[in-house]
């Protein structure tokens, strides 16, 4: 049981050694198939465009104002850099930022020249500059080409027929409208630097400087949508250099690295311009609130000073007394501190109005310029600022109001507070204003002790102290804010601009592509071989007999280059005679058993027609006489019979004759010109060849047979096809078992196997025929001299045989040739 398995497991088996021998042999394949995968290769690099990768680095840090100190009244700064960055990011990939720097770099104008396989983009290489009417709809996509006539006068023409589309583009308000065309292509002249206007375009044409114009060189300009630039360039890489740290690598991919540094420095650019007016928003602000109540009290002023200076005319009062100055300065004091509470209770009540009624508080001044030192205040309207220019800069590249919800949460919740603080600070200047005023009624009791011009002339200038007070102390907040916008700096900073240092390209990845070429070249072969193998049915090696029976090997019998069957008589000492040699050793050792003096008989056979038994028959006779032994060949194939031709004696008489009665031993018997064997040809086909077969006859014949020779080799019908060379293993002592190489299927073995294993055939052997060294199979078994149930000499048989001799071409073209 435990041998069936066995046997079944390999007859199973995926030889690989066998494929990977098959695969050498089909070398030429896979050099074809590489050599067509390499070339394809080499082309497709070369004509497919060139990527390239530009980068820049930048840092987003903090920086604080020089000029911000804590004596400062006025507080500017707000945000994280951790915030910040997020943001930035965020800003570098938004349409409204993107499109801004589209429009300055006018991105959307190309000037080309035609290359090897296509229209390359020069950039600034081009000795003209494109100036476009932007309210004029610029045909697009489709290439104009300009050609000089001479230092100052082109033309400009459109083929049609390589137009993608027949659409041109308002670029001012970004709007696309149809363009009328002709059937034939333009063509128009056009001087530089004056406005070329036409159906199709209108633009004027400015040298470039330090270029020269090339006078016939064709230039080609092409317009591209506003919407395909912005949406090329937000797809801009924007990672972190090393994660935590607030550095950021910007990088573009294209085919021109001069546009690709020259976007990247400038998206840089207008980057830096924006975070500056952004952190000087709130400055910005305080500054026109500021100047505002300056022009208010700048009147009350003069006309306060008009006023001092005509009483002081009229009423000759220059110098009040001692007394006077007293009061007046007490009254001054409480005064100006009054007028101090009621510009922050303006302050609260301006900034609460704005709360309750505005959506958008970006536009809050700072509360110092007020005199608002609360702190609560101060830190609260600096947050509310800050989350109203991060919602607004969120609203440049997000639609859906979700992503709004937690920074509104927080607007909200900073503003209810916000209104907490005026309401306590409110009250809290307004006990303020009430202890100024109960000091002012008491010095107003004393100021009314004084003589009346004496009291106008002090209610005068009162008024006008107070005026010059508050206007001096906004001039200062003027000048803090004015010092702290001014030194303000952008928080975004450039470490590493982008330049066009001939970077090479990233695509097409030829190693890659090269690599990917090399895997197809030896898939495309290797499938095709392990197809061949996997669908190959056939015996092809001793390995694979050795694999699917136990049935041992007699010997190996390679391609016979004989004209006839006679191999042994033909060609002596070819490697197919000493192969039956080594058969005829083999079968003697299966003889040893038996008297020397008894007649030995052997049957041939095989699974089907056409695998060398009736070869192998005659050249086993042949070997056999050969040794001085009376041998005889018997053709018992009565429904096929054939040796008789290779003999060149006919098949007119034969063992049928005999088996019938008709014709006597010696009659049946034919002679042959090698000495010491005869042939006993198979004669008419029979009706009945099994019963003849299996008739008393048959057992006559081979007693007679048996004594007057001493080798009898049967020639029988295939196992596989009939029944008849079963029906004579009784009579034999060996039986031959012929299995041709590339030709017997493998399930042809079991019938025989399964008769072996029953014991139906005994001293049964294999002869594998037919079998060509160092074939594609991998195997380089020698042409016989098989000893005993082994295998041959394999390659050093050489010179001790007679083969015949290929020329070189032939051995050149060989694996070429079908197999």
């Keep these: 049981m435990e041998e069936e398995f066995e046997e079944l497991k390999s007859q199973n ?106 229209l390359e983009d020069i950039h600034t290489e081009a000795p003209f500059i494109v100036s476009i009417d932007e309210s004029f709809p610029q045909i697009l996509n489709t290439p104009i080409k300009i050609v000089f006539s001479s230092d100052q006068k082109y033309t400009a023409s459109i083929d049609f027929s390589t137009a993608e589309s027949f659409s041109g583009l308002n670029y001012k308000l970004n709007k696309i409208a149809k363009i009328a065309h002709g059937e034939t292509p333009y063509t128009g002249e056009f001087v530089l630097n004056e406005e070329a206007s036409t159906n199709y375009f209108k633009f004027a044409l400015t040298a470039r400087r330090d270029t020269k114009i090339e006078i016939g060189k064709e230039y080609f300009v092409y317009f591209t949508s506003l919407n395909s630039e912005i949406s090329k360039y937000r797809s801009i890489g924007v990672n972190l250099k090393i994660q935590g740290a607030s550095m950021l690598v910007l990088s573009l991919t294209g085919p021109n690295r001069a546009i690709l540094a020259d976007y990247l420095n400038l998206t840089t650019e207008i980057l830096k311009r924006k975070q500056l007016e952004e952190k000087n928003q709130f400055a910005t602000n305080t500054l026109e609130f500021i100047d505002k109540m300056i022009d208010g009290v700048e009147d009350s002023l003069r006309k306060d000073e008009q006023k001092l200076k005509r009483y002081k005319q009229e009423n000759k009062v220059f110098n009040p007394s001692a007394k006077g100055e007293e009061v007046f300065a007490k009254l001054n004091q409480y005064s100006i501190e009054k007028n101090n509470y009621l510009l922050k209770l303006e302050y609260y009540k301006l900034l609460e109005d704005y709360l309750n009624n505005s959506s958008d508080y970006r536009a809050l001044p700072a509360p110092a310029s007020s005199g608002i030192d609360d702190p609560n205040i101060m830190n609260n309207v600096s947050k509310i600022v800050g989350l109203s220019i991060r919602r607004a800069k969120l609203g440049e590249t997000v639609k859906n109001d979700i992503f709004f919800k937690e920074i509104d949460q927080d607007i909200e919740a900073t503003k209810r507070v916000l209104l907490e603080n005026i309401k306590t600070a409110r009250a809290s200047t307004n006990i303020d204003i009430d202890n100024v005023e109960r000091r002012t009624a008491r010095a107003n009791a004393e100021f009314r002790k004084l003589p009346e011009e004496e009291q106008q002339l002090f209610n005068i200038e009162r008024s006008y102290k107070i005026s010059e007070a508050s206007y001096t102390m906004l001039l200062e907040k003027k000048n803090e804010a004015g010092i702290v916008k001014a030194a303000n700096v952008s928080d975004v900073k450039v470490i590493d601009n982008a330049r066009d240092l001939g970077q090479t390209s990233i695509l097409p990845n030829t190693k890659k592509n090269y690599s990917i070429a090399f895997f197809i070249g030896l898939l495309i072969p290797l499938a095709f071989v392990f197809l061949v193998t996997l669908l190959d049915n056939n015996i092809n090696t001793p390995e694979d007999i050795k694999k699917l029976s136990n049935i041992p090997l007699l010997g190996i019998v390679s391609r016979s280059r004989s004209s006839s069957n006679l191999a042994v008589f033909e060609s002596p000492k070819s490697s197919v005679a000493e192969a039956f040699r080594g058969i005829r050793s083999s079968l003697q050792y299966i003889y040893k058993n038996l008297d020397k003096d008894t007649s030995k008989t052997v049957l041939i056979t095989s699974s089907v027609s056409g695998e060398g038994k009736t070869f192998c028959s005659i050249n086993v006779a042949s070997v056999f006489s050969l040794t001085g032994r009376k041998t005889v060949l018997v053709g018992l194939d009565l429904r096929k019979p054939k040796i008789f031709g290779d003999f060149g004696i006919s098949n007119d008489v034969g063992v049928v004759n005999y088996l019938i009665g008709q014709k006597s031993m010696d009659e049946v018997i034919q002679n042959t010109p090698y000495d010491n064997l005869d042939v006993i040809t198979s004669g008419p086909v029979p009706p009945n060849p099994s019963e003849l077969l299996i008739s008393e006859q048959l057992d006559e014949l081979m007693s007679q047979l048996k004594q007057r020779y001493d080798y009898i080799i049967l020639d029988t019908p295939p196992l596989g096809l009939v029944s008849d060379a079963l029906d004579l293993i009784r009579h034999v002592d060996a039986t031959v078992y012929m299995i041709r190489q590339d030709y017997s299927k493998k399930a042809m073995l079991n019938i025989i196997n399964e008769k072996y294993k029953k014991g139906e055939v005994k001293n049964i052997s294999f002869v594998f025929n037919d079998y060509r060294q160092k074939t594609k199979y991998g195997y380089g078994y020698g042409y016989g001299y098989g000893y005993g149930y082994g295998y041959g000499y394999g390659n050093y048989g050489n010179g001790y045989h007679e083969e015949e001799r290929q020329s070189f071409m032939s051995r050149l073209l060989r694996p070429f040739k079908k197999r």
């Excluded at 089909?26 to 082309?43: C, D, K, N, P, R």
């Excluded at 006025?74 to 945000?79: I, K, R, S």
């Design 13 to 118: 088996s995926f030889d690989i050694k066998a494929l990977a021998f098959r695969a050498l042999n089909y070398w030429y394949l896979f050099v074809i198939t590489l050599g067509i995968a390499f070339v394809a290769t080499y082309f497709y690099n070369k004509r497919l465009q060139r990527i390239y990768r530009i980068e820049s680095l930048i840092s987003i840090k903090e920086e604080q104002n020089p000029f911000f100190s804590s004596s400062m009244n006025l507080t500017f700064n707000w945000g994280g850099a951790s915030d910040k960055v997020e943001t930035i990011k965020t800003t570098l990939k938004s349409r409204a930022h993107n499109e801004d720097v589209v429009r300055m770099l006018e991105s959307y104008i190309h000037y080309k020249v035609q290359g090897e396989y296509r």
